[in-house]
């Protein structure tokens, strides 16, 4: 069966680029959100995010009639779930409030015969109690946990795997993970992706489609801790851990990653604690690189901190709040942690530049924080600070830095 009509539910990062890939390939996409100003933006053919091309591909995809945006679930063939899946208390316990409630609120519109993937990275189990709220809620319907193979309703779990700033292109060339809760559920959902993805469709069953997300993240986030771990020994040792990085990558089988601020973003930061949470005892490994990714800022506020007291009157200018270069996105960002302890602290005047957002987040409001262009820092700071290595950074003539004193916890300088 041709899939004619497709819903995403939320349509941030990872929705609003699928909805309209989708949307490219002439199939009627209705994307739903809970921010009425996302959907008015989105229906005018505009983005309310950073991501290259994505304003090209909506603006085309609205205009022809194929995207569409409400606030509303409506029918439709498929229901794409991509909504947030952070982290809660002092335990780290998986929040899946979110997708809880984008069950209930496709569950009175859903019809015999559709399929409900959720690409929402989650901790194992999640794509199960998607189901039961699903059928809680329709028990006119059957679902895999009820009816296996014969179920009315298909679910699957395939969880998404793009890099920020390359999201239109590897939605299209990854390959995708694909886990059904039932052979019937997988088959469905690879049909849904053949429709856009050019990359290969590997099946499995859903917990281990679940548990294969979070475990790349979490090897990443292994080796990033790696990285950070010797930038702390290198600054014990006075050791430039930019030089012994490169020398040891010199053989041909290491490749250390660089170190930064901290860890960010919605995955990397989150999704390891989804293991933890799971396995306490046995995810040592993965537990302790969090603590070490998670101590980093402290350890970059610290040193902003003595910087500072050189000075009677200390301007730092904090170069970057998203968790990655070249992007909007300040979800779980160290750069943005650190510059609210700046402020809470009290530490001096504080400037950040962040080139692409044009307004300060609202955690940052009514703070000692000024949003500045880069050449308005460089010229009142005494202290910079690098956090992000965004690629106005990079081209920055470092000679204005000269009579500065500099933190580059991204070694751009």
Not at 108 to 119: D, W
Not at 138 to 143: G, K
Not at 304 to 327: E, M, N, R, W
Not at 357 to 374: F, G, K, R, T, Y
């Amino acid at each position: 069966m041709a899939f004619e009509r497709i819903s995403v539910i939320g349509l941030g990062y990872i929705g609003l680029p699928t909805a309209a890939v989708i949307a490219s390939r002439g199939i009627e996409v209705i994307g739903v959100d809970v921010n009425q100003k996302a959907v008015d933006i989105i229906n005018a053919g505009n983005i309310h995010i950073v991501e290259p091309d994505l304003d090209m591909v909506v603006r085309s995809t609205v205009m022809t009639g194929k995207l569409r945006a409400t606030t509303q679930p409506e029918p439709a063939q498929a229901f794409v779930v991509a909504v947030p899946t952070p982290f809660k208390g002092d335990n780290h316990e998986p929040d899946l409030s979110y997708i809880e409630a984008a069950s209930k609120a496709i569950a009175p519109v859903l019809e015999k015969g559709n399929l409900v993937i959720l690409e929402s990275t989650s901790p194992v189990g999640a794509t199960e109690k998607m189901a039961a709220w699903l059928a809680q809620a329709r028990p006119d319907l059957s679902f895999p946990q009820q009816k296996g193979e014969e179920a009315d309703i298909k679910v699957a779990h395939c969880p998404e795997r793009v890099l920020p700033g390359y999201v239109l292109q590897e939605l299209v060339s990854n390959d995708r993970v694909v886990g059904g809760m039932t052979p019937a559920c997988s088959a469905k959902a690879i049909e849904l992706y053949q429709t856009f993805v050019r990359g290969e469709c590997i099946v499995t069953n859903a917990r281990t489609a679940e548990l294969a997300k979070l475990t790349e993240n979490s090897f990443r986030d292994v080796n990033i801790a790696f990285a950070n771990e010797l930038s702390l020994i290198c600054d014990k040792l006075k050791i430039n851990v930019w030089e012994l990085i490169k020398l040891a990558n010199r053989h041909p089988r290491v490749n250390i990653l660089n170190p930064g601020p901290g860890v960010g973003g919605h995955c990397i930061a989150v999704d390891p604690w989804f293991i933890v949470n799971s396995c306490p005892q046995e995810a040592r490994i993965i537990r302790t690189a969090r603590e070490v990714n998670d101590h980093k800022p402290h350890y970059v506020l610290e040193q902003i901190t003595k910087a500072a007291d050189q000075f009677k009157h200390p301007v730092i200018a904090c170069l970057g709040l998203s968790f990655k270069a070249d992007i909007d996105d300040l979800r779980e960002s160290p750069a943005l942690d650190i510059v609210k302890a700046l402020a809470t602290k009290n530490v001096g005047q504080v400037l950040a530049v962040e080139p692409n957002i044009h307004e300060l987040p609202a955690s940052l409001q009514n703070q000692n924080v000024e949003l500045v262009s880069l050449s308005s820092a460089l010229e009142k700071a005494n202290v910079v600070v690098v956090l992000v290595d965004h690629k106005q950074f990079k081209a920055a003539d470092k000679n204005e830095l000269a009579r500065k004193v500099v933190i580059d916890t991204r070694g751009i300088v």
